[in-house]
């Protein structure tokens, strides 16, 4: 008969169960506050426990090795589940979440203003150069003399060249310019485009006669260059090492200063969940540790007979139960000899494991 014997640690599959656990979180909640991110498991949350969110309460040293008490016991709904290790995973998976949806906000780019990509205020100097002369600008009657029958009229009257240069300017430019400098001061793609940007000008005078090729130029960036040197995600590229986030947030763009006008609160990416979801210090949850067993598997210490007698055996948690039996004169089964012990491996080479043919433990050894 073969009996499975319970190992003394918990088993953990903390890890398969989690993203059952992750649920989105309140905006008005931030994980960052003292005594509010102690996540509970199970389908349901409370606002003061919402779900998901990781607990930045560190357990005390015996609620890390007892993990269904502490600040986390209430993400243990199984005896076998270990409820720090799976705030862990809270964290980590709490991590990953923010992360995307910052990526994800920074990429929903402010509208560049179809007034610059249109060039406006070139097309206003092409009104102004070619329809000047027909009205106000018109030197036909500078001077002139009309026929009147009977008799005629002497005008003399010329406006100067720029009289409909001076309308525009003071009919849409000069508006036109305070609009655009208040709303879209900022480079192409919402400040993206680093060094792409039109500027309307107020006075005729200050008209580019550039070619007008923004839109061109700008839908090249977007299709071709993948953002290439113009996006601000260059300035952190370790972005999913979170490091980088802990000190800025793309979504300041483009706004000038590096405000947060529709961002207020910012992420919700902390140090503290950073370490949480590391286990910085083995502060947060307790692993086994783990023993190599390279020192007895590499050679013999001084004073042995072989490397087979220097090994230990190694328990794999199963139990052997052992029944041996004669006959007796009648020809039925007698029991000779009835012992349990616990089965283990050799991890050495060329040995195999020896239990002394009766359940005294200190009889196990390894044999070649």
């Not at 040197?229 to 979504?251: C, G, I, K, M, N």
């Not at 043919?357 to 070649?368: I, L, Q």
């Given at each position: 008969?073969i009996?499975?014997q319970k ?7 903390s890890?398969?169960m ?14 960052g ?6 996540g509970?498991?199970?389908?349901a ?5 919402p ?12 609620e ?9 016991a209430?993400?243990?709904e199984?005896?076998?589940c ?5 705030n ?9 979440a ?8 920074a ?13 406006f205020?070139?097309?206003?100097a092409d ?8 009205f106000?600008?018109?030197?036909r009657w ?7 029958n009977?008799?005629?009229?002497k ?28 709303n879209?001061?900022?480079?192409f ?5 680093t ?8 006075t005729m ?11 061109y ?25 979170t ?18 006008t ?22 947060y949850a307790s ?21 087979c007698?220097?090994?230990k ?19 039925n ?9 616990k ?26």
């Amino acid at each position: 008969m073969i009996s499975v014997q319970k190992p003394a640690q918990r088993f953990i599959f903390s890890a398969f169960m989690a993203l059952a656990f992750i649920a989105p979180t309140s905006g008005t909640v931030n994980a960052g506050s003292t005594g509010i991110g102690c996540g509970v498991g199970g389908t349901a949350g409370t606002p003061a426990n919402p779900q998901g969110v990781p607990c930045q309460t560190p357990p005390d040293p015996g609620e890390l090795d007892d993990p269904d008490t502490g600040p986390n016991a209430p993400k243990s709904e199984s005896s076998a589940c270990d409820a720090n290790f799976m705030n862990q995973i809270y964290a980590k998976a709490f991590l990953e979440a923010e992360r995307e949806v910052v990526v994800h906000n920074a990429l929903i780019m402010k509208p560049d203003s179809v007034f610059e990509y249109t060039c406006f205020d070139q097309q206003a100097a092409d009104v102004a150069i070619i329809a000047g002369p027909i009205f106000s600008e018109s030197t036909r009657w500078s001077p002139t003399t009309v026929p009147i029958n009977p008799g005629s009229v002497k005008i003399d009257v010329n406006m100067g060249d720029t009289r409909l240069d001076d309308g525009i300017e003071n009919l849409v430019l000069e508006s036109l310019k305070i609009y655009v400098d208040s709303n879209f001061a900022h480079d192409f793609l919402g400040g993206m485009a680093t060094g792409d940007n039109n500027t309307i000008s107020g006075t005729m005078a200050g008209i580019s006669p550039l070619p007008c090729d923004f839109m061109y130029l700008v839908h090249d960036v977007v299709r071709c260059d993948a953002f290439a040197p113009h996006v601000q995600f260059l300035s952190f590229e370790s972005y999913y090492s979170t490091p980088a986030l802990l000190s800025t947030d793309p979504r300041t763009l483009p706004v000038a200063g590096g405000g947060l006008t529709h961002c207020p609160k910012g992420h919700q990416i902390t140090s503290a969940i950073v370490d949480i979801a590391n286990n910085t210090n083995w502060t947060y949850a307790s692993f086994d540790l783990v023993d190599t067993l390279l020192p007895i598997q590499r050679s013999p210490d001084p004073g042995t007979s072989g490397i087979c007698e220097n090994a230990k055996p190694i328990p794999t948690g199963v139990v052997i139960s052992i029944n041996e039996k004669d006959l007796d004169p009648a020809g039925n089964p007698v029991s000779k000899h009835k012992y349990e012990y616990k089965d283990k491996v050799c991890s050495n080479p060329a040995c195999f494991f020896d239990h002394g043919g009766d359940s005294s433990e200190g009889n196990d050894k390894c044999v070649p």
